[in-house]
């Protein structure tokens, strides 16, 4: 059974920063963050490959910075000039080139608010 090890979320002001970590149990092709707002869809944050290829949202890029350590298992998202707008529940995810393995973290929440 894979574990993801998600932490890093909290309440912080309009403009502040706050940096995600997810430790996974094994090493999969690609790796990522989701996040769900109250009433709205699960959406792609942010995915980097082994390779690190990156993909962004529209929203996040030039904000948000994601990084994997390989040798860790770990990917990070630092979250810079964050918005009201970022508020949700951010989800790790990963998954083998092909898809057929794929797996979620437990979520952190993230709450932009002054």
């Known amino acids: 059974q894979v574990q993801l090890v998600e932490s890093g979320g909290g309440l912080v002001q309009p403009g502040g920063s706050l940096r995600l970590s997810c430790a996974a149990s094994?090493?999969?092709?690609?790796m990522g963050w989701y996040r769900q707002a109250p009433g709205k869809q699960r959406e792609l944050v942010a995915a980097i490959t082994s390779g690190s290829s990156t993909n962004y949202a529209d929203s996040v890029k030039g904000r948000f910075t994601i990084s994997r350590d390989n040798t860790k298992n770990t990917v990070y998202l630092q979250m810079n000039s964050l918005k009201p707008e970022d508020t949700a529940v951010y989800y790790c995810?990963?998954?083998?080139?092909?898809?057929?393995?794929?797996?979620w973290g437990q979520g952190t929440q993230v709450t932009v608010s002054s």
């Open positions: 094994g090493n999969f092709y690609v």
């Open positions: 995810n990963v998954r083998t080139r092909t898809g057929s393995l794929n797996y």
